[in-house]
């Protein structure tokens, strides 16, 4: 079946290291995205892809970085550098034609 | 700036009929989606409208008005399984330029 995995689906990290979430899709899109999202609140964009070897800032890019070497695959690192990491995180492809966003079942990062 | 205003929380009957509204302000416009989000879970699209006018899908439809920046989600016969947050999303143009979410409505369908 098609459709994005992220893992893992639950972490725990201390203070001062650095963890990276992974993405994978099978759906051929080209577009990719990542989102946090905190309790009560919407979906903030942290990075997005529209195409391979290619990666733009969203609204809230501090502290977190990614790559995007193969069409398939989005990882995000969190970095000691972002200051409340604790969230829920969010991994989504688009749809070329249509527009809809496919999500993975998202990773939920705490930070003791 | 770029916003989208939904009311926070929304609480209905089982069976009834609920709307909820939408109400955005961006820098461009292409289309309004609806995305649902049971708890803990990922969001699913439920719909999409480029054009004014009413969208129908099963129990589920979704209206547009681009000149009031104005678009409602309409969820008739609910059931519990309905009781969940629901996006509204802003296309701001065409291509791969990412969607501008609001914080969502939390639905719950009570007995």
């Known amino acids: 079946d098609g459709g994005i995995t992220q893992s893992p689906k639950y972490l725990f990290r201390k203070e001062g290291q650095n963890v990276t979430l992974s993405c994978e899709q099978n759906?051929?899109?080209?577009?990719m995205y990542w989102y946090r999202q905190d309790p009560g609140q919407g979906l903030r964009l942290i990075y997005y892809?529209?195409?391979?070897?290619?990666?733009q800032k969203g609204d809230i890019a501090e502290g977190y970085s990614v790559s995007r070497e193969k069409k398939e695959s989005f990882p995000l690192t969190v970095t000691s550098a972002q200051k409340n990491p604790t969230a829920f995180y969010l991994c989504a492809s688009k749809h070329d034609n249509t527009g809809e966003l496919f999500f993975g079942e998202g990773s939920r990062l705490t930070v003791l | 700036g770029q916003s989208l205003e939904q009311p926070s929380e929304v609480t209905a009957v089982e069976g009834a009929i609920v709307q909820i509204n939408c109400t955005y302000q961006?820098?461009?416009?292409?289309?309004l989606s609806w995305y649902q989000q049971h708890d803990g879970g990922a969001p699913t699209f439920l719909s999409y409208n480029a054009l004014d006018g009413l969208e129908e899908t099963g129990r589920f439809s979704s209206f547009l008005s681009r000149s009031d920046s104005y678009g409602y989600l309409l969820l008739q016969e609910l059931q519990m399984k309905d009781s969940a947050s629901y996006f509204c999303a802003v296309r701001q143009i065409s291509g791969n330029t990412p969607l501008v979410f609001g914080k969502g409505t939390r639905l719950s369908v009570i007995a």
């Open positions: 961006t820098s461009g416009f292409y289309g």
């Open positions: 892809s529209q195409i391979v070897n290619d990666f």
């Open positions: 759906l051929n899109h080209d577009a």
